[in-house]
Structure formats: C-alpha cells, structure tokens
C-alpha cells in the first residue's frame, strides 16, 4: 500500500502577519508645517555670509616678486586673525540658526484665522 502525502496549493500568496501590519502603518502628515521658519532661514543665510567673507579675508597673500619673500603679506592679522574669527562667527550663526525654535515666533493677528 503505498501511501502519498496530499499537496495542497494556494492561488493567494500568504503574507506573515507582521508584513499585515507594517503596511496599514502609513505615515501621512496632517499639516503642512515646516521645521524651520522664516527667521532660521534669514539667520540662515546671514551664518553663510560671514563664513563667505571669513573665506574671502584669508584669500591672497602671493608675493609681487617671485625672489623675494614678505612675511607681512602672508602672516598678516587680516589673515590670521580677522578671517578665521569671522568664519567661527559664521558657524556660531549657523548653530543658533537650526536650533532656534520657529515656534516661539510671534503671528500677526490677521494670520490667526
């Protein structure tokens, strides 16, 4: 007597139960609100002025001649002093711009409606 093992074959494909609810976990957001304002940006935009500026003061330093050598072209305090505490402000800027809270910004009262 020979006996065979029933097979049993699905036309669905079986998903486990955690795929199930990973997918009805959709994340939709209900407002529109960006995480920085407008002042973040602005104060933004001014951390990248001055890190641009810093850049632009340490810039130059080549020398008129090729044979000669001046030490108050290149070690200059324009140079090494000046530029590089106006790049640190920059970043200074920078840091306080992402973590000012936009939230705590004041709202005109016509936009409260």
Known sequence: ??????VVVSTTPRVPQAA????????????????FGKTNYVLMLVGLALIA????????????DPNTW???????????????????LGLVVEIFAIFKNPGLETVAPEQVA
Do not use: C, H, W, Y
């Open 1 to 6: 007597m020979s006996t065979k093992k029933k």
């Open 20 to 35: 199930q609810r990973v997918k009805t976990q959709v994340f939709t957001p209900k407002n529109n609100v960006l995480i």
């Open 53 to 64: 500026l810093g850049l632009m003061l340490m810039s130059g330093g080549a020398m008129p």
């Open 70 to 88: 001046d030490e108050s072209l290149i070690f200059s305090r324009r140079r090494t002093l000046l530029g590089p505490a106006v790049i640190l």
